[in-house]
């Protein structure tokens, strides 16, 4: 519940952003360089005199949008390659998991630099790096969920009245092992907010560097934390809220799915 009322916080500040933020994200404030926090500026103000506070409400929408739509396009593609292997098997489903082999094989953030050195840096390639990243994870997830169904008395029953593969995927297989995936994917959020800033944070965020992005605020604030450390605490304090809320969620979704843990 902690973890959800946090997450609740931060979707809120995202969707009201505009009427929350005391000051617009690019609004600037001549003569306030570096201004430490005070009442006017609660997170002070940046090297071009911007609000700090405005810019991480600001940033939060791109943040969190980037980070749900990366893990639902993820979930998209890992679990059509978990579906298929786990309920065709034989050839399809060794193909499926060499591809999820590879994949795994590379660790996440270099894979994904790459791919958004390769696609040109921006918000929908960030997206896309971040979900082929977590992709193989899913796909691995959903085939073992399924592979542990194929010898339960259900599926074993429907295969002898004669239910087609199709049937026995949709009706049998998916309901019955989504539980994991969806806890995966929601701890999977909590990743790929902090991939997210990490790219922004390497150079490879949005195109336009004055769009407020946490992880290029934190680029920008780095240069300058002797003279404006409240930069990097405010920002980083926002990934790390956002990241906790949905770790917490998670597990929290865990315990309230698995009937074995709520013994």
Same mark, same amino acid.
């Not at 916080?9 to 995202?14: D, E, G, S, Y």
């Not at 893990?71 to 489903?93: C, H, N, P, Q």
């Not at 917490?248 to 009937?259: C, H, Q, T, V």
């Given at each position: 519940?902690?973890?959800?009322?946090?997450?609740?916080?931060?979707?809120?500040?995202?969707?009201?952003?505009?009427?929350?933020?005391?000051?617009?994200?690019?609004?600037?404030d001549?003569?306030?360089?570096?201004?430490?926090?005070?009442?006017?500026?609660?997170?002070?103000?940046?090297?071009?005199?911007?609000?700090?506070?405005?810019?991480?409400?600001y940033?939060?929408?791109?943040?969190l949008?980037?980070?749900?739509?990366s893990?639902?396009?993820?979930?998209?593609?890992?679990?059509?390659?978990?579906?298929?292997?786990?309920?065709?098997?034989?050839r399809?489903?060794?193909? /499926?998991?060499?591809?999820?082999d590879?994949?795994l094989?590379?660790?996440?953030?270099?894979?994904?630099?790459?791919?958004?050195?390769?696609?040109?840096?921006?918000?929908?390639?960030?997206?896309?790096?971040?979900?082929?990243?977590?992709?193989?994870?899913?796909?691995?997830?959903?085939?073992?969920?399924?592979?542990?169904?194929?010898?339960?008395?259900?599926?074993?029953?429907?295969?002898?009245?004669?239910?087609?593969?199709?049937?026995l /995927?949709?009706?049998?297989?998916?309901?019955?092992?989504?539980?994991?995936?969806?806890?995966?994917?929601?701890?999977a959020?909590? $990743?790929?907010?902090?991939?997210?800033?990490?790219?922004?944070?390497?150079? /490879?965020?949005?195109?336009?560097?004055?769009?407020?992005?946490w992880?290029?605020?934190? $680029?920008?604030?780095?240069?300058?934390?002797?003279? &404006?450390?409240?930069?990097?605490?405010? $920002?980083?304090?926002?990934?790390?809220?956002? &990241?906790?809320?949905?770790?917490?969620?998670?597990?929290?979704?865990?315990?309230?799915?698995?009937?074995?843990?709520?013994?």
């Amino acid at each position: 519940m902690v973890g959800l009322a946090i997450i609740v916080v931060f979707v809120l500040v995202a969707v009201f952003a505009p009427f929350i933020a005391p000051y617009d994200a690019l609004a600037r404030d001549p003569g306030q360089v570096f201004k430490p926090p005070s009442l006017e500026h609660l997170v002070g103000t940046d090297r071009q005199t911007r609000d700090v506070f405005s810019r991480i409400l600001y940033g939060a929408r791109i943040s969190l949008f980037v980070a749900v739509g990366s893990v639902i396009m993820g979930l998209s593609i890992g679990g059509t390659m978990g579906a298929i292997a786990g309920a065709f098997g034989g050839r399809i489903d060794a193909v /499926l998991m060499r591809v999820t082999d590879v994949l795994l094989a590379v660790p996440g953030i270099l894979l994904a630099i790459a791919i958004v050195v390769a696609l040109d840096r921006g918000l929908p390639q960030i997206m896309f790096a971040v979900a082929v990243t977590n992709a193989p994870i899913f796909a691995r997830i959903l085939r073992g969920s399924m592979l542990s169904l194929h010898s339960a008395d259900y599926v074993m029953a429907a295969r002898a009245i004669g239910a087609t593969r199709g049937r026995l /995927l949709f009706r049998h297989f998916l309901p019955n092992s989504l539980t994991a995936l969806i806890v995966a994917a929601t701890l999977a959020l909590a $990743t790929a907010v902090i991939d997210v800033a990490g790219l922004g944070f390497l150079g /490879l965020g949005p195109a336009d560097p004055r769009i407020a992005e946490w992880g290029t605020m934190l $680029t920008e604030a780095s240069s300058f934390y002797r003279q &404006a450390p409240w930069i990097i605490v405010g $920002t980083g304090l926002a990934i790390s809220l956002t &990241a906790i809320g949905f770790n917490l969620l998670g597990d929290g979704l865990r315990e309230a799915l698995d009937p074995r843990l709520r013994r």
